[in-house]
Nanobody
Framework: QVQLVESGGGLVQAGGSLRLSCAAS????????AGWFRQAPGKDREFVAR????????YYADSVKGRFTVSRDNAKNTVYLQMNALKPDDTAVYSC?????????????WGQGTQVTVSS
């Protein structure tokens, strides 16, 4: 089992920045790819960004491309999401997810989420 805890959310003005962290504990050796997702009130959860287990490959939703950067520090068992040029439409609960090693991007484990609110 892997436990994930997100942090770094908060209230920020449009144009500002936040960095989210996702700390993993438990069976760390089984962790592979990681991803960030978000869910705004009244909307379905949507994909934001993902990163391979090695950190060498990343992929972003068109809505955040060029503004958000996903990274990871495997020595610290932590995945990050740097969010710049934030917009009110970015307001959502952001959750991280990880896949078991070798399982591609299939998201077996999820965190509880952290609230990001962007004011206009």
């Amino acid at each position: 089992q892997v436990q994930l805890v997100e942090s770094g959310g908060g209230l920020v003005q449009a144009g500002g920045s936040l960095r989210l962290s996702c700390a993993a504990s438990g069976s760390i050796a089984s962790v592979g790819a990681a991803g960030w997702f978000r869910q705004a009130p009244g909307k379905d959860r949507e994909f934001v960004a993902r990163i391979s287990g090695s950190g060498g490959f990343t992929y972003y939703a068109d809505s955040v491309k060029g503004r958000f950067t996903v990274s990871r520090d495997n020595a610290k068992n932590t995945v990050y999401l740097q969010m710049n040029a934030l917009k009110p439409d970015d307001t959502a609960v952001y959750s991280c997810a990880v896949s078991e090693y070798g399982a591609g991007y299939t998201w077996q484990y999820w965190g509880q989420g952290t609230q990001v609110t962007v004011s206009s």
